[in-house]
């Protein structure tokens, strides 16, 4: 996995693979909706922990019973394939 800038052509591709995550502002961001507190806690968590394994560092925004994801590489000035990942990575968290 590579922290190469995707084109914009790449990235159109990919986010047609990743349901209800958008581009906006030089990122890719999801909001997930949780049956309380404590379940986006720990996702948010979770997620936090896969991305420090990746030595990635997305920003969580945990409000009541939501957690926005938004990932970009700083790096890259950019969507890279690690955003990718873990982006993949959160949904399958979210569905845990």
């Known amino acids: 996995m590579t922290r190469n800038k995707l084109s914009e052509t790449e990235l159109t591709s990919a986010l047609v693979g990743l349901p209800g ?6 990122q890719i961001i999801k ?3 949780f049956d309380s507190y404590a379940h986006g806690m720990m996702f948010a968590v979770a997620v936090g922990h896969f991305a420090d394994q990746m030595d990635h560092h ?3 925004l945990v409000t ?3 957690v926005r994801v ?3 590489t700083h790096d890259a000035d950019g969507i890279t394939e690690f955003d990718l990942s873990l982006a ?3 949904d399958l968290l979210a569905m845990a």
Do not use: E, I, M, V
């Open 64 to 66: 009541y019973q939501k």
């Open 70 to 72: 938004s990932l970009s």
């Open 21 to 26: 995550w958008l581009y906006a502002d030089g």
């Open 88 to 90: 993949k990575k959160a």
């Open 31 to 33: 909001t997930y909706t």
């Open 58 to 60: 997305p920003d969580l």
